[in-house]
């Protein structure tokens, strides 16, 4: 368990939380591509608990910035996106993607240039990469290289992704993530060769007790799940990116496919989930693409729409069908023949949990009440990642920065999946290492 000060320390993401600035030391995901089109809407987001707006300019660039215009406070949502600004409804100011003001038409031309100097509005580093806005929200001094991962920087084609809200805390959808064993138990379907996460090779996941090992690499940690299965062993090798990257195998075999997830902090209740697939052989399939569009995996189904948060700021995101409000659309009866959870999608499955578990209530509905918990040695992967993360925030606090972030390469990891002989997993690391670009590490 954990006491209340480090669940808060952990879970908070505000500016000027401990968490918040480890987390501005990092580039992350922020929205689609394909939301911002050039001299149209702006997409209104929250990130880190700040309120933004993103829009793609007359040029093509696209930028990431404060929602308010700085005059009197006004929704820049409201505005017009022309000419390679966004001019604000209400007296006409207008910015660039980098923040700068552009015209003031409502004051004398003898005052422009100086407020135009002081009405600039905050404004982000944004990249984009294989279909994904990627924002950097640090001090510009401290800005690491954009990091090489594989779905970020694939051929046409051998990348996907897609995003969806969660309403947990960011912390509690990236340890379900980690989580291998509930795989055995949330993610069972009766019948396996039919299974959904047949792709995944959890039709082979049998054995509820995996052993968990975990070491320490460049960027987290990699951590082995072992199951026995058919008198050899069932190998599923993760990967832990902090802070918030996981790398997820698929079937058994040599490497061809990984997927993953990030867990980008709206605020402190809320998160913005993203699911990346990546092939090394060859461009997705027809078939493939139609899996992932299904939401039988991940995404899970959804809609594009407008989400209010509890403070009345409006979000664009992309909301699951299966909700809280309709129970996921448990079926009792297809929780008796079917599957185990009567649920029909595998992420439905989860967030069906990580939604509804203890929490700490009042004004933080969304942050989990880790005062109460009993963790046992399956828990290993999610205990190493909250002494991991409180580690990194801890040596932030004295000045030390996460030193990996400088590497690029070292983001280039891959999750791996195994039926083989190997008993012990450094043994299994030194036979496929390579294959999963595993940098083991003492120290970040």
Known sequence: MLNREINEMLSRVGPGTPMGNLFRRFWLPALMSNEVRSDSAPVRLR????????????????????????????PLFFGRNEQCGLRCAYHGWKFNVDGECLEIPNISESDKADMRQRARITSYATREANGVVWVYMGEASKMPPFPKFDYASAPDGQAYA?????????????EGEIDSSHISWLHRDFDAESSKMKSAGAQLATD???????????????????????GQYFWRQYHWVAPMFSFIPHAPGPFASFGGRAWTPIDDNHVNVFTFGYRNDRPFSKEELETYESGALFPPRMKAAKFQLPD????????????KENDYEIDREMQKTVNFTGIWGVHDQDRA???????????????????KEHLVSADKAIVTARRSLLKMVRELQEGIEPGFIADAEAFRVRAISKICDVASFDAFIETYGEEAHVRRSPSR
């Not at 897609?162 to 990236?174: P, V, Y």
């Not at 690499?217 to 058919?230: F, I, K, S, V």
């Not at 949990?353 to 005062?371: H, M, Q, V, Y």
């Open 312 to 323: 009345g700021y409006l979000i664009d995101t992309f909301l699951p069908v299966a909700s």
């Open 353 to 371: 949990l990580a939604e509804n578990s203890r929490k700490l209530g009042g004004a933080d509905p969304g942050i989990l009440d880790r005062t």
């Open 208 to 230: 509820a007790a995996p052993l968990m090992e975990i070491r320490e690499t460049a960027t987290g940690y990699t951590y082995g799940a072992r199951r026995n299965l058919n």
């Open 162 to 174: 897609a995003r969806w809200l969660q309403r947990t805390n960011w912390l509690q959808g990236l």
């Open 47 to 74: 990130i880190l608990g700040e309120d933004l707006l993103s829009f793609r300019d007359s040029s093509g660039r696209v930028g990431i910035v404060e929602a308010y215009c700085p005059h009197r406070g006004a």
